[in-house]
């Protein structure tokens, strides 16, 4: 019987990761021709190209998209039992690669990171800031930040702390419109749509002190598959919105923006640390997943509590 290429695989998941032959053999202290050799045996042994080649540029091919995940894991469970074989007393190295949501990764996860990178000198990371969700496994990912109501799924998530969905607009705006006593008096007002939800315009709400309920249908005056994009519009009172605490905590504290309804809410959602399901992960992996507890596993960093 003849063993898997296991070098040949943890090689591959290195080229997917880095995009290129030179990165990878740089990484991994091998030279370019020993780098392009093992991917050339993985693939004659697979019967299987993947990598797209030109003179330029290379790209995963279908299938090797659909392999990676198999070359991430192989790779990942190497690198913790070689930890674990030395008692844990590896020092944390090598590269992380982190997707966010794209204003709360800049907003929020960005500050905090020069402390890691400065504890950690041999940790390099990788951040891609995006709201889209991305397939941690197939795309090579050691984790995502992710604030959302979280479907079940393959996947390992452990939730931070809730956030806020809340009903804001500018003190100006509500002056001159006058402030709602019911949700069905925001129908005639033109608000900020988020377009990347499954039903964009409709805002489930629940009344706080007898359980009512109230779907808010929005009349858009502006659409973005991005909320911040509403910010200086909000500011400037051109309507009203739904907005994640985070991202209006600090106006509502300086009086900026005002709640509408504060009596009535919206289902809240939480900020999660979502990693591939496998129990073993590199120990720069425990070290990041360790530190984003203690910078967020509280509502402090939301910026308003009221």
């Given amino acids: 019987m003849r063993l898997p290429d296991f070098e040949a695989w943890a090689i591959f998941a290195k080229v997917a990761e880095f995009g290129s032959f030179a990165r990878a053999a740089e990484e991994v202290q091998l030279s370019k021709p020993t780098v392009s050799k093992a991917i050339g045996r993985l693939e004659q042994a697979l019967g299987v190209a993947l990598f797209n080649r030109n003179s330029r540029h290379i790209s995963l091919t279908e299938m090797g998209r659909m392999l990676l995940g198999h070359a991430n894991r192989i790779l990942a469970e190497a690198e913790v039992a070689e930890t674990e074989a030395r008692g844990g007393t590896q020092r944390p190295s090598g590269l992380i690669r982190i997707a966010a949501p794209m204003t709360f990764g800049i907003g929020h996860l960005s500050p905090v990171l020069p402390a890691f990178l400065a504890k950690y000198p041999d940790i390099d990371i990788t951040v891609d800031f995006s709201d889209a969700l991305v ?172």
């Avoid at 795309?139 to 809340?166: H, Q, T």
């Avoid at 706080?208 to 911040?228: H, I, K």
Wanted: proline share 6%; hydrophobic share 40%; glycine share 6%.
């Fill in 135 to 306: 397939d941690l496994v197939a795309e090579g990912y050691d984790v995502a930040l992710r604030i959302a109501s979280l479907a079940d799924s393959s996947l390992r998530a452990r939730k931070l702390c809730e956030v806020r969905l809340l009903l804001v607009a500018s003190p100006e705006y509500l002056d001159q419109v006058g402030r709602p006593d019911h949700p069905r008096d925001l129908e005639t007002h033109k608000s900020f749509v988020y377009t990347n939800t499954s039903a964009p315009g409709k805002v489930r709400l629940r009344q706080v002190n007898n359980g009512n309920e109230f779907v808010l249908t929005q009349t858009p005056r502006f659409r973005a598959d991005n909320a911040e994009a509403f910010l200086p519009a909000l500011a400037a009172g051109l309507g009203f919105g739904l907005f994640p605490e985070f991202m209006v905590g600090e106006g509502l504290a300086s009086n900026r923006f005002e709640r509408i309804l504060p009596d009535w809410e919206a289902p809240a959602i939480a900020l999660y640390l979502v990693t591939p399901s496998s129990s073993l992960r590199p120990v720069r992996v425990t070290a990041l997943l360790d530190y984003l507890v203690e910078c967020f596993g509280q509502t402090g960093w939301l910026g308003y509590a009221k």
